[in-house]
């Protein structure tokens, strides 16, 4: 008896030395994923407050970052990680590239803030940017507060010579906001855990044929061709 119990454990142990196990980082970057989907899916909800869809429709790329967290006392900072999507010359969009967020600020401020970002790109330049190294808003590409709604007439001036439109939801409401001086990067150890594969570049995977089956990529692939159809011609 003592004897089949020490084989059966042993064999447990190997079973378990065998088996592999997701890592941390992998897990973190499909939380990030769905988290974006949500965020998405949220904003989208509410037509006469979300991002116009004309907007959207004509957008190159986007940019979903969720729970950005703000914190100041007299100097500021945030900090958060999302994904980056473009669309190819057939309208359809690619793998999620995973990105950071990060900025300061200056000025009378405290306490702790959690903040969802949504970034919409108008053109390839700034995207490319982004690739090359680190971007800076508002000193790389001119950003400004996104208008909301259901149509992008009541837009001004500034808003509409920009190349990337800035959103951002807070405590339920949801509405364009500065992110000048923020920067972005492209998030390396993200995306080798996710894709399993620890040199492969942002330009690989925003340009390349799809590289994850995994369920959270099919659904953001589907949220984005709901809401971002590109324009009929």
Known sequence: MKRWLLRFSMMIVALTLLTPVPSRAANKAQEKLDASIAVLNQVMAIPEKGIPPELLANAYGIAIVPSVIKVGFILGGRYGTGVLVVRDGGGHWSNPCFISLAGGSLGWQIGAQSTDVILVFKTRRSVDGIIKGKFTLGADAAVAAGPVGRRVEGATDVTLK???????????????????????QIDKKANAAFYGRPRIGAREILDGPPLNAHPGVVRLKQVLAAYAKPPTR
């Open 162 to 184: 920009a190349e990337i439109y800035s959103y951002s939801r807070s405590r339920g409401l949801f509405a364009g906001v500065s992110l000048e001086g923020s920067a972005l």
